[in-house]
């Protein structure tokens, strides 16, 4: 578990704007993904109507299946591009409307009211603006977080869940001195020194 070959790499918000810019997301996939399904159980914990977040979204297919199940799910993503790639890909109708609270940022809604993505920066929210959560989905979110931001990731995710909420993290294990990242590996050691 050698990561030194990662630690000091940062992607800025401008690289990610670019890959979303040139169609360079292979991240994004169409199917949803498996893990959610194995672990549905898990997540919803026999609970109906959760509200359910999504961390570094993009346009993850699997909000539309959560949203569709009943529940409320709310995203964030620095790229208004992948945001509205979203709802025109569902065929959802939304409005968009500014963030008092965060200057230069847009909340986008389905019509509907039960899809909300918020397009800024992970670190410009907080519990005050968008609440607390009863699960989380967070997949190519916690590895896709430069590793020198990891820390106040994991504090601010911890700040947005409910007590009884419950959080599926997908990660990925391979070897960090052959690909330079995103993902980024993240040993087991350091997950749970994160989140306890
Ligand atoms: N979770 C999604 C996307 C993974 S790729 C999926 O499963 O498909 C990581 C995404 O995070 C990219 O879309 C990128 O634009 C976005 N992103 C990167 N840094 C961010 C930040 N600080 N705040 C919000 N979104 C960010």
Redo the contacts with the bound molecule.
């Keep these: 578990s050698d990561v030194g070959s990662q630690k000091e790499r940062v992607?800025t918000?401008e690289e990610?704007?670019e890959?979303?810019e040139t169609g360079n997301?292979g991240?994004?996939?169409e199917e949803g993904?498996p893990l959610l399904q194995k672990y549905l159980d898990v997540l919803l914990n026999g609970r109906s109507g959760l509200r359910i977040f999504?961390?570094?979204?993009?346009?993850?297919v699997?909000m539309k299946w959560l949203a569709d199940m009943g529940h409320s799910v709310v995203g964030?993503?620095?790229?208004e591009q992948?945001v509205k790639d979203f709802f025109s890909e569902h065929s959802l109708p939304y409005c968009e409307e500014p963030v008092p609270e965060i200057s230069g940022a847009k909340m986008f809604q389905s019509t509907s009211g039960n899809i909300s993505l918020y397009c800024?920066?992970?670190?410009d929210l907080s519990s005050s603006i968008v609440g607390k959560f009863d699960g989380v989905w967070?997949?190519?979110?916690l590895v896709?977080?430069n590793p020198c931001?990891r820390q106040h990731y994991a504090s601010l995710m911890i700040s947005l869940v409910e007590k009884n909420s419950s959080y599926l993290l997908v990660t990925v294990s391979y070897d960090p001195n052959k690909h330079k990242g995103?993902p980024f590996y993240v040993p087991e050691t350091e997950i749970k020194s994160l989140f306890g």
């Design positions: 992607v918000d990610w704007l890959k979303w997301i991240f994004h996939k993904h999504f961390p570094l979204c993009g346009k993850a699997e964030v993503e620095i790229s992948a800024c920066s992970i670190y967070d997949r190519g979110a896709a977080v931001d995103p």
